[in-house]
């Protein structure tokens, strides 16, 4: 059915940042399973889950700008593993696993798959991300001429200062950054920024006008045809949870997932009316990078019997307080009790 309504329009940008939402933890537990975090696979896709977050970025802008406010202080955004990736046909099983060349095939190029050139527009189910993207394109320009749809864009709320966004590796400045939306127009653009990253510009293979960085599809392709060969992937153990792993770890794997929710309300903040968002902004990437990564490649070296390695579970984790900086930075003091190789993040959390 088409999209009929601005509230329709809503829940349906809504499901969008669920989707992109949705790929992340299955590529980063991929990424932390390759053992050289230097090497062309891992960098590769590093480059895909930067740019899935700038998506979800996007798309929380579009939300804001026809009326809607992401939902990052619930867990309406969150995904738990195994799980079928929202809305799409086939069924799609999204599993944490270790990064393998069937792996790639199976389920990452499925989530990347072009769109056919005459494919419907999809706006409930959809076989490929483009379709969907597509539905949102034709509801945006048939409610704009109905609804004053951009009439509060929320643009206080936007993440849309180009700074706050910068290409990694095998990602170009030309292929697309943040946007401030409040125009069919603009909206238009954010769209063409996530298709074509995705998917392509022009040709299936290439995600910028100048030719200088490939498409998530083709970069996956990359992998899984050993052009960039895997390399060395550390045997870690697929959809583990935190109760099964030894008792000395499960204290990490807490900190990890607490640090995961810990960062979507950050999101609430900074899809919220701040003035200044760079602090914020830090805060996100402190806890990625020097947080949740560290973190995360601490477990995949962990050996938890059968030859395998633990690994982190993404787990919704749940606070009991509102305090919440202040109860992760108590589970981080625990874990550093146990292991004090660690003491770096816990001093990272505690400068959150």
């Given amino acids: 059915m088409p999209i009929e309504s601005p509230q329709d329009l809503r829940e349906h940008i809504e ?96 989530i990347e798959q072009p769109e056919d050139h005459d494919a419907p527009a999809q706006p409930d189910v959809f076989e490929s991300l483009g379709q969907f993207y597509h539905a949102l394109e034709l ?17 206080s709320s936007q993440l849309s200062d180009p700074a706050f966004y910068a290409p990694v590796a095998f990602d ?8 401030l939306i409040d125009s069919p127009e603009s909206a238009e653009a954010a769209i063409e920024v996530i298709v074509h990253q995705g998917e392509g510009l022009s040709t299936e293979r290439w ?31 697929p959809d583990q949870r935190t109760a099964e792993l030894p008792e000395v770890l ?16 950050v999101l609430a903040d900074l899809f919220g009316p701040l003035e200044d968002k760079g602090r914020t902004v830090d805060r996100l990437y402190q806890l990625m990078v020097d947080v949740m990564s560290e973190l995360a490649h ?22 009991d307080s509102e305090d919440r900086k202040g109860e992760l930075a108590g589970l981080a003091g625990r874990v550093v009790e146990l292991h004090p190789d660690l003491g770096h993040v816990a001093e990272t959390i505690a400068s959150l």
């Fill in 15 to 110: 499901l969008a940042i669920k989707v992109e939402l949705a790929t992340i933890p299955p590529y980063l537990f991929a990424m932390y399973s390759i053992e050289d975090r230097d090497s062309e696979p891992a960098l590769l896709i590093r480059s895909i889950v930067a740019e899935e977050m700038l998506h979800a970025a996007l798309a929380s802008n579009l939300l804001l700008a026809v009326g809607g406010r992401p939902r990052f202080d619930t867990t309406a955004l969150m995904t738990t593993y195994p799980g079928l990736l929202p809305h799409h046909v086939p069924p799609l099983e999204l599993r944490l696993a270790p990064l393998s060349q069937t792996l790639i095939r199976d389920v990452f190029m499925k």
């Fill in 139 to 155: 509801g945006i320009a048939d409610l704009s001429e109905r609804f004053d749809l951009f009439g509060d864009p929320q643009t």
């Fill in 172 to 179: 170009a400045d030309d292929s697309g950054g943040l946007l």
């Fill in 207 to 237: 995600a910028d006008p100048g030719h200088q960085e490939l498409t998530h599809y083709a970069k996956l392709l990359q992998i899984a045809s050993g052009v960039s060969p895997l390399g060395n992937v550390l045997a870690v153990r």
């Fill in 250 to 265: 499960q204290p990490v794997s807490n900190v990890f997932n607490a640090s995961y929710r810990y960062l979507f309300f």
């Fill in 298 to 319: 601490f477990l995949v070296r962990q050996p938890i019997g059968g030859g395998e390695f633990a690994g982190p579970t993404f787990e919704i984790f749940e606070f």
